[in-house]
T-cell receptor, first 109, second 118 residues
Framework: GQNIDQPTEMTATEGAIVQINCTYQTSGFNGLFWYQQHAGEAPTFLSYNVLDGLEEKGRFSSFLSRSKGYSYLLLKELQMKDSASYLCAVKRGTYKYIFGTGTRLKVLA | GAVVSQHPSWVICKSGTSVKIECRSLDFQATTMFWYRQFPKQSLMLMATSNEGSKATYEQGVEKDKFLINHASLTLSTLTVTSAHPEDSSFYIC??????????????FGNGTRLTVT
């Protein structure tokens, strides 16, 4: 089977750093993606990991450990506009993308 | 960047009627498109994979006769919700990869269609 877990909700303060974790169990792992989704809108792509390690993209970084079935998204210098849901998605094989439960992040002033 | 256009953005229909949702890739060719469904405060659930020129592949539990998918060209896939019922009310989102064959190609999403069945 397959299972992708994320915390349901998180709260952080503007300017702070927050880490959103994602654990997964799946066969045919072929990469992990992070998406941001504002309420009522479509998800937008943030980052991609297929090898172990850290990928940095401006204020956003994503880490992957394939042996542990674990990834995290790190958001630095939080801004109010970062309040959104963050979705972890595992790619299985060539074409199948399976999404996690999503983490709703609330950034407080 | 890649753009996926989805239409309509929202639709209200009566129970028993059918609704067609279009998904277009605007600046790239998509041999494969994906249809997702999302309930409020929940994540995206893959419904089916739409393949250009062949039958769609449906996920377990998704009724292929109720959710008809047609992918007649490299830039257009359609999802028709047939004989809609209130429980079909949801947010439907299509997506495609760009470039289609790249291993690290992310999914690009349409803006979604909010369907309300009364």
């Amino acid at each position: 089977g397959q299972n992708i877990d994320q915390p349901t909700e998180m709260t952080a303060t503007e300017g702070a750093i927050v880490q959103i974790n994602c654990t997964y169990q799946t066969s045919g792992f072929n990469g992990l993606f992070w998406y941001q989704q504002h309420a009522g809108e479509a998800p937008t792509f943030l980052s991609y990991n297929v090898l172990d390690g850290l990928e940095e993209k401006g204020r956003f970084s994503s880490f992957l450990s394939r042996s542990k079935g674990y990834s995290y998204l790190l958001l630095k210098e939080l801004q109010m506009k970062d309040s959104a849901s963050y979705l972890c998605a595992v790619k299985r094989g060539t074409y199948k993308y399976i999404f996690g439960t999503g983490t709703r992040l609330k950034v407080l002033a | 960047g890649a753009v996926v256009s989805q239409h309509p953005s929202w639709v209200i229909c009566k129970s028993g009627t059918s609704v067609k949702i279009e998904c277009r890739s605007l600046d790239f060719q998509a041999t494969t498109m994906f249809w997702y469904r999302q309930f409020p405060k929940q994540s995206l659930m893959l419904m089916a994979t739409s393949n250009e020129g062949s039958k769609a592949t449906y996920e377990q539990g998704v009724e292929k006769d109720k959710f008809l998918i047609n992918h007649a060209s490299l830039t257009l896939s359609t999802l028709t919700v047939t004989s809609a019922h209130p429980e079909d009310s949801s947010f439907y989102i299509c997506s495609a990869r760009d470039p289609p064959q790249g291993n690290n190609s992310p999914l690009h999403f349409g803006n979604g269609t909010r369907l309300t069945v009364t």
